[in-house]
């Protein structure tokens, strides 16, 4: 079975730091494009960024400069670290594996004081 699972999310304060992860089973993630996006109440799903295969990264202007996409495909794992943030990052985070359309069940992430 085809699984992705996010972890990683919770509460932190407007400037602060959060690293979350997504480990596929079922499937290797080496060789594939991964891909994070986010919904935020009353809002529609959007693309957060995508890392592909030779780990070549592309973010959304909203968090460009302050959120690294990583993998480690020994580890079956793709990361988001995500800096400064800021309220209007509050959002469930949710990974993709691009290539099945497979999604995450999502990880809540508040930004907030």
């Known amino acids: 079975q085809v699984q992705l699972v996010e972890s990683g999310g919770g509460l932190v304060q407007p400037g602060g730091s959060l690293r979350l992860s997504c480990a596929a089973s079922?499937?290797?993630?080496?060789?594939?494009?991964m891909a994070w996006y986010r919904q935020a109440p009353g809002r529609q799903r959007e693309f957060v960024g995508t890392i592909t295969s030779s780990a070549n990264t592309g973010y959304a202007d909203s968090v460009k400069g302050r959120f690294t996409l990583s993998r480690d495909n020994a580890k079956n794992t793709v990361y988001l670290q995500m800096d400064s943030l800021k309220p209007e990052d509050t959002a469930v985070y949710y990974c993709?594996?691009?290539?099945?359309?497979?999604w995450g069940q999502g990880t809540q992430v508040t930004v907030s004081s």
């Open positions: 079922g499937i290797r993630i080496s060789g594939n494009t």
């Open positions: 993709r594996f691009f290539l099945f359309d497979v």
